[in-house]
């Protein structure tokens, strides 16, 4: 293919391909999409991806991403936001995920991923010990651990439960409820998501 298309396009090609999820069709589809369009777009891309770096950074406190000119999240700084009540998520857009309910005044904090062996993430490469120190400064009641349905996830929510009563800190520790999402039949569900199910059953 590299005699039969530009160099230019065959380097955003390579360049989109490279991004998770976005597989070699994808990426074509992509380029050749910006390339059709008018100048502009991927001028206003272009100048997105460049100032990326410079425009984001990490709350010292919550691990949330930030605008430069902030100081700490605006979710944890926010006289709405109950710090006693703290969500530990994976990773920061999965903040994003809790907000859209609309049912949660707590704070945050942000591990910076799960456990995962594999692929050489051990729990040294997390925001743990962070966490332990918030939940003694802010006095937090109780803390909801939320990380993913995923092997790596659950490891890394026992770990953390692990860590705090080693650390002999007084908190209510709780685990977001799993079960079936509806109209997905039991056939089709892993194992994990139907044990959670079990587990979580409520009375009639």
């Known amino acids: 293919m590299s005699s039969l298309l530009p160099k230019a396009l ?20 992509y380029a050749y999409y910006l390339l059709r369009a008018e100048p502009r ?18 709350c010292p406190i919550t691990f949330a991403l930030i605008d430069p000119d902030q100081d700490v999240s605006p979710l944890y700084d926010s006289l709405d ?13 999965d903040i994003i995920a809790i907000e859209r309910t609309g049912q949660y005044k707590g704070t945050y904090h942000v591990l910076g ?14 925001h743990i010990p962070e966490l332990l120190r918030r939940l003694q ?3 937090v009641t109780e803390l909801i651990i939320a990380t993913n349905a995923s092997v790596e996830g659950e490891s890394t929510a026992l770990f ?31 194992q994990i998501t139907l044990g959670h ?8």
């Open 113 to 126: 991923g799960a456990i995962s062996p594999i692929d050489g993430i051990e729990p040294e490469q997390l």
């Open 10 to 29: 065959l380097s955003l090609i390579d360049h989109l391909g490279a991004l998770p999820g976005v597989g070699a069709r994808t990426a074509e589809r």
């Open 160 to 190: 953390l439960q692990r860590q705090i009563r080693e650390a002999h800190i007084d908190v209510t520790m709780s685990r977001l409820a799993r079960g079936i999402p509806v109209g997905v039949d039991l056939e089709y569900t892993d």
């Open 41 to 58: 777009v991927a001028r206003q891309l272009a100048e997105s991806l460049a100032l990326l770096h410079d425009g984001v950074k990490t």
């Open 137 to 139: 400064d802010d006095t």
């Open 197 to 204: 199910a079990l587990e979580g059953r409520r009375k009639l």
């Open 81 to 93: 936001r109950d710090k006693q009540l703290v969500a530990v998520v994976e990773e920061p857009l």
